[in-house]
């Protein structure tokens, strides 16, 4: 397993844009596809984004879709995910997750698929 350590998050108005940060340790970063998902209070776990092993594909959810962007550094064990045109129903704690990935190409919207988990940064967005 990886650790990983989230951080980026805060309050921001509605409209504005955060960028996420996610730092893995470990020498073999590049072999993990990473993903993004989010739980706002009294619900459940939601996919936000995915990104694979290379960096080439991503997925995302369809409440997000043009608005976020998930990327990775694999020089420096980081994944990010940029916000911008934030909403209120944006606020949640923003968890990243790893899987260790055998496709090169992959990209995983299920949360148990996902084996290291980060503790999670809050991210509030008032109206």
């Known amino acids: 397993q990886v650790q990983l350590v989230e951080s980026g998050g805060g309050l921001v108005q509605a409209g504005g844009s955060l960028r996420l940060s996610c730092a893995a340790s470990g020498r073999t970063f590049s072999s993990y596809a990473m993903g993004w998902f989010r739980q706002a209070p009294g619900r459940e776990r939601e996919f936000v984004a995915a990104?694979?092993?290379?960096?080439?594909?991503?997925y995302y959810a369809d409440t997000v879709k043009g608005r976020f962007t998930i990327s990775r550094d694999n020089a420096k064990n980081t994944v990010y995910l940029q916000m911008n045109s934030l909403k209120p129903e944006d606020t949640a704690d923003y968890f990243c997750a790893a899987k260790p990935a055998a496709l090169y190409y992959g990209v995983y919207f299920n949360a148990p698929s996902y084996d290291s988990w980060g503790q999670g940064t809050q991210v509030t967005v008032s109206s």
């Open positions: 990104i694979s092993r290379s960096g080439d594909r991503t």
